[in-house]
Nanobody, 119 residues
Framework: QVQLVESGGGLVQAGGSLRLSCAAS????????MGWYRQAPGKQRELVAI????????TYADSVKGRFTISRDNGKNTVYLQMNSLKPEDTAVYYC????????????WGQGTQVTVSS
């Protein structure tokens, strides 16, 4: 069983920064996609940023490009999200996810961490 443990959420003023971390434990595939989604109250969950190995490709939501940076420490099976120039509209629960294809598609989610940006 795979577990994802997130940390780093909190309350910050607009223009500030936060760094989220997510560590995966258990049996994961060497080549996988890890990343972050978020869900604001009354809205659907949306992609924030994802990163795939072995190519190292990244995808960002248009709303966070230039402000957020995703990175990985593959040796630690950990993904990070550096969030700069935060805006009130970034307020949401941020979820870490990992997925890969083997015989079937495997997908796991963390419990979520709250990010609140005050104006």
């Amino acid at each position: 069983q795979v577990q994802l443990v997130e940390s780093g959420g909190g309350l910050v003023q607009a223009g500030g920064s936060l760094r989220l971390s997510c560590a995966a434990s258990g049996s994961t595939a060497r080549f996988n996609t890890m990343g972050w989604y978020r869900q604001a109250p009354g809205k659907q969950r949306e992609l924030v940023a994802i990163s795939s190995t072995p190519i190292g490709s990244t995808t960002y939501a248009d709303s966070v490009k230039g402000r957020f940076t995703i990175s990985r420490d593959n040796g630690k099976n950990t993904v990070y999200l550096q969030m700069n120039s935060l805006k009130p509209e970034d307020t949401a629960v941020y979820y870490c996810t990992i997925n890969w294809w083997a015989d079937v598609r495997y997908e796991y989610w963390g419990q979520g961490t709250q990010v609140t940006v005050s104006s």
